[in-house]
């Protein structure tokens, strides 16, 4: 079990910025990736960015060039910072852990709400 708990979450106007913090723990050794997902409402949950622990990245194609993604290992903490925001980036963002045991496991953290202003 993985135990991940957000915060960062808030009101921002647009074009401003956040970070997001997430925390883990439990079975943080087995641990591949960490990474962030956004939902908006009527809309699926989609990847903003993850992080593996060789430090591989990838982003949504959406988010490129103003989120950066970034893992703390001493803290089991990953970052994600978010700069210029659009109003188009609203949504509840969660945190996830990939594990690798006896296969893969997905975890989630309980959201963050993001809300950008125009």
């Known amino acids: 079990q993985v135990q991940l708990v957000e915060s960062g979450g808030g009101l921002v106007q647009s074009g401003g910025s956040l970070r997001l913090s997430c925390a883990a723990s439990?079975?943080?050794?087995?641990?591949?990736?960490m990474g962030w997902y956004r939902q908006a409402p009527g809309k699926e949950r989609e990847l903003v960015a993850s992080?593996?622990?060789?430090?591989?990245?990838t982003y949504g194609d959406s988010v490129k060039g103003r989120f950066t993604i970034s893992r703390d290992h001493a803290k089991n903490t990953v970052y994600l910072q978010m700069n210029s925001l659009k109003p188009e980036d609203t949504a509840i963002y969660y945190c996830?852990?990939?594990?690798?045991?006896?296969?893969?496991?997905?975890?989630w953290g309980q959201g963050t709400q993001v809300t950008v202003s125009s």
């Open positions: 996830n852990a990939l594990l690798f045991r006896a296969g893969f496991e997905n975890y």
């Open positions: 992080c593996s622990n060789s430090g591989s990245t």
């Open positions: 439990g079975a943080i050794f087995s641990i591949n990736v």
